[in-house]
């Protein structure tokens, strides 16, 4: 989780604390907070939130395996 963490602040450019996001089949694609990359399928959706004290900046990505292994 870590890895993929620090993949997406250094694509992204972004530095501190994030939260992603995915959406969950289980929960009719809602919108859940990733504790492990082994809950994401190829080519899944993440979203990317900037944890701050004024938060309002998200980011979407598409990542695939190329990414992260």
């Known amino acids: ?3 993929l ?6 694509v992204c450019g972004l530095s501190g ?3 992603l ?7 009719g694609d809602a919108l859940v907070n990733l504790t492990s990359t082994a809950e994401l399928e190829d080519l ?4 990317v939130i900037p944890v ?3 938060c309002s900046q998200v980011i979407t990505l ?4 190329d ?3």
């Open 52 to 54: 701050t004290d004024d």
């Open 1 to 3: 989780m870590e890895q």
């Open 67 to 69: 990414i992260v292994s």
């Open 17 to 19: 604390n994030l939260r």
């Open 44 to 47: 899944a959706t993440i979203k």
């Open 5 to 10: 963490m620090d993949e997406v602040r250094k």
């Open 62 to 65: 598409t990542f695939c395996d």
């Open 21 to 27: 996001q995915y959406q969950d089949r289980d929960f």
